[in-house]
């Protein structure tokens, strides 16, 4: 199962609205509605951000939203912020009854 | 509160077994799947396995089938992941997650190196 693909790093400045993308395949992204997005910081233990591709959990700011369009899903993060200057992973359900994550995408805030 | 905390972890001679475990507190453990993930240093999260409420269904890896074994106790609200024939690239922080996951413990690290 080949890990999904997410850009290595996205940047925006303070305000800005900045989007993450995770391409995968029909037989994760694309097949189901299982994306999960997770923030990490260094050091930490990753946080759920999203699930179900744009349900947000309680306590997640709205400031972070899900999407999904054939096999890319999205994470949209809008009024970019100092803090949210950290790693971000998606994740997907697969047709072997398994999870796939994306490789990751480090967030810059210039 | 959810609460899950991992044990077990350390360093470990390849080839060699390690038994993780993860105590989980706050929620009815006996209703929910549970998972393991991992971090190499330096690198992406990758799922591991995971199993359902009563055991009669589990997931792995292809890079861990026939190598690790996940396995519960719904009495003792715990998670375990036995590891066998340990090789160097399962260097990582093991995690431990309810569901899919919405809950992470603070992870455990693995060791594998002679």
């Known amino acids: 199962q080949s890990a999904l693909t997410q850009p ?12 993450i993308s ?4 029909s037989s994760d992204v694309g097949g189901y509605n299982s994306v999960s997005w997770y923030q990490q910081h260094p050091g930490k233990a990753p946080k759920l951000m999203i699930y179900d591709v744009s349900k947000r959990p309680s306590g997640v700011s709205n400031r972070f939203s899900g999407s999904k369009s ?30 796939v994550f994306g490789t990751g995408t480090k967030v810059t805030v210039l | ?24 507190s706050g ?13 190499a240093p330096g690198k992406g999260l990758e799922w591991v396995a995971n199993m359902n409420q009563d055991g009669s269904e589990k997931y792995y890896v292809d890079s861990v089938k026939g190598r690790f074994t996940i396995s519960r106790d719904n009495a003792k609200n715990s998670l375990y992941l036995q590891m066998n024939s340990l090789r160097a690239e399962d260097t990582a922080v093991y995690y431990c997650g309810r569901n899919h996951v919405d809950y992470w413990g603070q992870g455990s690290l693995v060791t594998v190196s002679s």
């Open chain 1, 70 to 99: 054939g096999n890319t899903a999205s994470l949209t993060i809008s009024g970019l912020q100092a803090e949210d200057e950290v790693d971000y992973y998606c994740s997907s359900y697969t047709s072997s009854n398994t999870y």
């Open chain 1, 22 to 25: 995770c391409t995968g395949t």
């Open chain 2, 1 to 24: 509160e959810v609460q899950l905390v991992e044990s077990g972890g350390g360093l470990v001679q390849p080839g060699g077994s390690l038994r993780l475990s993860c105590a989980a």
């Open chain 1, 8 to 19: 290595a790093s996205v940047s925006g400045s303070p305000g800005q609205s900045i989007t």
């Open chain 2, 27 to 39: 929620f009815t453990f006996s209703s929910y799947w549970m998972s393991w993930l991992r971090q």
